[in-house]
């Protein structure tokens, strides 16, 4: 007979499972189950991933590498564009101070347009004598001419004394002794030196800023006007002269008054018209489609939306004055489709130049340069000596 039913073994129930502590060690599989990681997972959940191995980040490191790379190269162009080719002009503040009439030429946007390049550059390389003339300038002034110039700036102050102003990557205080070495060595006649200027013939006064710029005059006193900087570095402006542009120019009041005084004469129309107009100031932009704009201001008691209308009738007078004459620049065109109109307070004259007219007018500009180049050089030196 069995024992009595309280001596057999209790089973545990099911609260009892769930609240048992797992074992120390992995329990031993019952006979006949399948192996424990080869259970199906509970649903909702995924089988636990592997460990991945970590990599090289390949793709961060090449970006990193070509950031410092491309950080390397701005660096550099920005040095070489601050040290050799960065240039903050100068010329113009060299301007007198009672010029009427300024012009400035922008020597990097000329050299890039094609009959500048077509007709002038080769004149710098056709000639053996002017090749070895430059070569001893540069030796000399240490100016590589005309790489080193970024402006030139011309003007005047009763249209009779002129001066020339080139500003650039020049060397100060050397070019006035070296072009007097220059002049030395080859034998110039007419040339002296006078204090700070190189006087060269009875109408060239050479002398250099302290800046570096180069100051041409047609008499001592416009260069002496010119060689120091004005005090105030903002002063040219009074000319309202554009600071964008190939070819930019300014005319005061003054430049119109001696124009209307000039022409009255012949042209009573356009003597009446100029003294119509303060001051004015324009620029020629250059490309495949040169363009020239220019601005008027009405004198005093004057409107802009009067002055217009007889602006452009004065436009369509001249168009037929030019015809009669050889269109050699392209003029003729330039006024067939010139428009002036009152923008504000101004009047704005604008119109497209045509580009063959350019070319025509470099080409014969450059055949001039050619022949006098060729004439000089027969005769000795640039001013009739014996090199």
């Known amino acids: 007979m069995p024992d009595t039913l309280i001596e057999e073994p209790i089973r545990p129930t099911v609260t009892d499972d769930l609240a048992a502590p797992a074992p120390e060690g992995d329990p ?3 006979p006949g189950a399948a192996p424990a990681d080869a259970l199906p997972a509970p649903p909702g959940e995924g089988a636990p991933a592997a460990p991945q191995r970590p990599g090289r980040p390949r793709g961060a490191a090449c970006l990193v590498v070509a950031i410092a790379l491309a950080a390397l190269l701005a660096g550099a162009a920005l040095g070489v564009y601050l040290l050799f080719w960065r240039y903050v002009p100068t010329a113009r503040q060299h301007i007198p101070g009672d010029a009427n009439i300024v012009v400035r030429l922008e020597t990097a946007d000329l050299a890039l347009f094609g009959p500048v390049r077509r007709h002038f550059l080769p004149l710098l390389d056709d000639a053996p004598q002017t090749a070895s003339r430059k070569a001893r300038i540069e030796a000399a002034t240490g100016l590589d001419f ?8 011309v003007a005047s102050t009763d249209a ?3 001066v020339a102003l080139a500003g650039g990557r020049i060397p100060k205080g050397r070019f006035v002794a070296g072009m007097e070495k220059v002049a030395r060595d080859e034998g110039w006649t007419g040339v002296r030196r006078e204090g700070e200027l190189l006087l060269v013939g009875p109408r060239a006064v050479l002398g250099q800023a302290d800046d570096g710029t180069l100051v041409l005059g047609t008499d001592v006193e416009i260069v002496k006007a010119a060689l120091p900087a004005s005090p105030d570095a903002d002063e040219w402006r009074r000319l309202d002269l554009p600071e964008q542009g190939a070819v930019t120019f300014a005319l005061t009041s003054a430049a119109w008054s001696g124009a209307a005084a000039a022409v009255s004469g012949v042209l009573p129309r356009a003597g009446a018209l100029f003294r119509r107009v303060d001051h004015a100031s324009g620029a020629l932009t250059l490309g495949a489609e040169p363009e020239l704009s220019m601005r008027l201001a009405p004198a005093a008691g004057e409107a802009a939306a009067a002055l217009a209308p007889d602006t452009q009738a004065f436009l369509g007078s001249l168009k ?5 004459l050889p269109d050699v620049a392209g003029a003729g065109a330039a006024l067939e489709g010139a428009q002036a109109l009152a923008q504000g307070e101004l009047v704005e004259i604008r119109t497209k130049w045509p580009h063959e007219g ?3 007018a470099c080409a014969e500009i450059a055949h001039r340069a050619r022949a006098a180049r060729d004439a000089l050089d027969a005769g000795g030196s640039a001013l009739g000596g014996a090199p």
């Open 28 to 30: 031993a599989p019952a």
């Open 146 to 153: 005309p790489s080193d110039l970024r402006e030139i700036v």
């Open 160 to 162: 009779a004394s002129w």
């Open 320 to 324: 037929l004055g030019l015809a009669l």
């Open 358 to 360: 350019l070319d025509r």
